[in-house]
């Protein structure tokens, strides 16, 4: 594809969203929760792409290669968090009647605990949506800045700009029909681009099951090795898990469930998108055994996250190809882009530093939105440095570590009543996690690698470490 292509297709997604978020500024409805109005179906349909970002839509196809598709196990673990956070979780907000999530810790514990939360999901969803926005970025400069030779900086500015310009006035409005948006730009990109491959393989729809079926890269369910990081119980459990803390206890996720009306239709749109997600990763693993099938058959040498772009935009296949592959991914990105920043300036303003005005103040808002898009881009720019082979596994390597403390906290929040040392709590959710690397590493020396469960220990040590605080009466 040439760079000028690329460049219509991503200008024309953006006249698509700067409507929506022209419409969603006028219409009523505040920033942050869009005053709880949104249609429970619209929110399941916005739940199942929200979760999703550029990186999905290129790592998970090209994590077959070498994982095959033991990534369903955690599929299925997914759909059982979900489950979780509509039955105990969605209740708990709705009754509290929050604008932050984080929030209920200062009720049930604290200020330093209410701090402690936010900063750490301020912190994990800074450095995880950088990882996402990277790998747009990456991909946009093989294809477009570096053949017209303009440097990766401008890349940066030019896609933070965008994300900036559709959600500074709408929120958490414009961020839902722009998931809406990219949740069916996405499936329809993933089907079609498997038709073509297909094609491109001369299989009819029959023959690519087979294909698919037959394939080594097609297995699920990994039962034999406890040590290794794709056994069955390790990958459900760290989904489980991944889930609760990545989406239910994650304020950038949990914005768009509290757009609605009441916490039934919160419930019904978290268990419908979840189920729907299912089929929807399901159909990325099958697109990534075709295209390592179709790689191998023209002998194209790119693997992981490069496999996906190199087959669609290398001119093997209809233009089509490149056009959907470019519309998913855009689509992708900028949405997840666009609502971690939203997330993250509803935090600052309600959570890390509330003014007397409160979160309604529109001008600080705006301010805080500016300055945090421009951290996001200087991380972004600070990932450019570091090469990495699958941004999906650093995605959840570093949420197992930013979002375990998290996950303790709310976990001995919800089943104990106990009450805790305040002050001290911060000192326990810093070392976790760095307790839990010292653990890592040790595991490795004996011969036991963890996987993404590395979640679990760093919450259990939280738990540990708050049981210590616990109060006399």
């Known amino acids: 594809m040439t760079p000028l292509s690329v460049i219509l297709i991503i200008a024309g997604w953006f006249a698509m969203t700067a409507m929506v978020a022209a419409l969603s500024a006028r219409s009523r409805g505040d920033f942050f929760t869009a005053g709880r109005r949104a249609p429970w179906w619209v929110v ?15 790592s998970v196809p090209g994590m077959v290669g070498t994982a095959s598709m033991s990534y369903m196990q955690m599929v299925l673990g997914f759909f059982t968090g979900y489950l979780i956070i509509a ?3 969605t209740p708990v907000f709705f009754r509290k009647n929050i604008v932050s999530i984080y ?30 926005l990277f790998l747009l970025c990456a991909t946009l400069q093989l294809m477009v800045y570096a053949p017209l030779g303009l440097p990766f900086g401008l890349n940066v500015a030019v896609c933070i700009a965008i994300i900036l310009v559709y959600t500074i006035r709408g929120g958490m409005k414009s961020v839902l029909w722009t998931d809406v948006l990219k949740t069916l730009f996405m499936v329809a990109s993933i089907v079609l681009c498997i038709v073509y491959i297909a094609a491109g393989l001369g299989l009819d729809w029959r023959g690519t099951i087979d294909a698919v079926r037959g394939s080594e890269m097609s297995e699920v369910f990994f039962f034999d090795e406890p040590a290794s990081p794709y056994y069955f119980w390790k990958q459900f459990l760290s989904g489980v898990l991944l889930v609760i803390a990545m989406t239910g206890l994650d304020q950038d996720l949990m914005q768009r469930t509290l757009t609605s009306r009441n916490a039934r ?26 295209l390592y099938l179709f790689a191998a058959s023209r002998g194209i040498a790119e693997s992981g996250d490069s496999l996906f772009p190199a087959v669609a935009t290398g001119g093997y296949l209809p233009t089509a190809v490149g056009v959907l592959f470019v519309l998913g991914l855009v689509s992708c990105a900028f949405s997840a882009g666009g609502s971690a920043l939203v997330a993250l300036t509803t935090s600052f303003v309600a959570d890390l530093a509330p003014s007397e005005a409160g979160p309604s103040d529109g001008s600080r808002r705006k301010w805080v939105h500016a300055a945090l898009a421009l951290v996001m881009g200087l991380c972004v720019y600070a990932f450019h ?31 104990c009543k106990k009450q805790v040392h ?10 976790s996690p760095l307790v839990s690397l010292l653990l890592q590493w040790g595991a490795s020396k004996a011969g036991y690698s963890f996987g993404y469960e590395l979640i679990l220990v760093n919450a259990l040590l939280t738990i540990l470490g708050l049981c210590v605080l616990i109060k006399e009466k």
């Not at 189920?275 to 929807?280: E, S």
């Not at 709590?425 to 810093?430: D, T």
């Open 44 to 58: 399941a349909i916005a739940m199942v792409g929200a979760p999703m970002s550029g990186v999905t839509f290129v």
């Open 385 to 415: 440095l570091i090469d990495t082979k699958s941004a999906i596994d650093v995605v959840y390597r570093l949420a197992s570590y930013t979002y375990g403390p998290i996950l303790g906290l709310f976990a001995f929040g919800l089943a």
């Open 422 to 431: 305040d002050k001290w709590v911060p000192l326990v959710a810093i070392l």
């Open 103 to 132: 929030q209920y810790l200062e009720e049930r514990f604290g200020a330093s605990t209410h701090r402690t939360g936010a900063w750490f999901f301020f912190i994990s969803k800074i450095l995880g949506a950088s990882v996402r």
């Open 265 to 290: 239709d919160s419930r019904k749109n978290m268990i419908v998108g979840g189920l729907m997600q299912v089929p929807v990763i399901f159909l990325f693993l099958c697109l990534g055994v075709l």
């Open 87 to 89: 039955f105990v979780l």
